[in-house]
């Protein structure tokens, strides 16, 4: 079974409050960029993965912050039977239960605004490098993806297929939710709400779940 925990969100806004004065000369002051954050090595499981039908390409070093790291952890949820997928939208985490005193914590990307899904389902089933079937709401909102309509038969798995190396397909009573945990994440998304509702995940965690 696959639970989410519901979507609390919150904003807040900080004024800025500009004073003038006339002064003879402007002075232009620049700044140099602020320096990239420097994150410790990558561990080698973030590596390229050579054994798949369709090469996965390693994650650049210094691009994926150490608290998205794939992790295994003490089980913050002892309740849940083993096998469930815990995911946390504020902190774009996704736990795994491995047994009632472990679990594994992945960093995801989740929904945009105006896209999220909160929820208990079941994953029904999982699919390697999956077929991307876009549905009818997305080929409304971008009428480009017709041909991978469902009708179309979808856009064939692989190297640029959006759901990546694997997808779980979760169902409700039995019924398509058309929400996915998948692949195919930027290193750069994780932690961001940027998808279509879909939980992405790297492929190298996505083969690992």
Not at 128 to 157: D, F, H
Request: one cysteine or more.
């Amino acid at each position: 079974m696959i639970t989410r925990r519901i979507f609390i969100g919150c904003s807040a806004a900080a004024g800025l409050t500009a004073c003038t004065k006339t002064v003879p000369t402007p002075e232009i002051v620049t700044r140099a960029a602020a320096a990239p954050p420097a994150y410790p090595p990558l561990p080698a499981f973030y590596g390229a993965i050579n054994d798949e039908p369709f090469p996965v390409p390693a994650i650049p070093e210094g691009s994926l912050a150490p608290e998205y790291w794939r992790t295994q952890i003490a089980n913050p949820w002892p309740d849940h039977a083993p096998g469930t997928i815990i995911i946390d939208p504020d902190s774009a985490i996704l736990h795994f239960v491995e047994t009632p005193e472990s679990a594994w914590r992945y960093g995801v990307s989740v929904g945009a605004a105006g896209f999220e899904w909160q929820g208990t389902a079941r994953l029904q089933f999982r699919r390697e490098w999956p077929r991307w079937k876009v549905p009818a709401t997305m080929i409304e909102r971008q009428p480009e993806l017709e041909p991978y309509s469902v009708a179309n038969g979808g856009m064939a798995g692989g190297v640029g297929n959006p759901l990546g190396a694997r997808a779980l397909y979760l169902f409700d009573n039995g019924v398509d939710t058309l929400y996915r945990v998948h692949g195919n994440a930027s290193p750069r998304e994780l932690g961001k709400a940027v998808s279509s509702g879909c939980i992405r995940m790297l492929d190298q965690d996505a083969i690992d779940l």
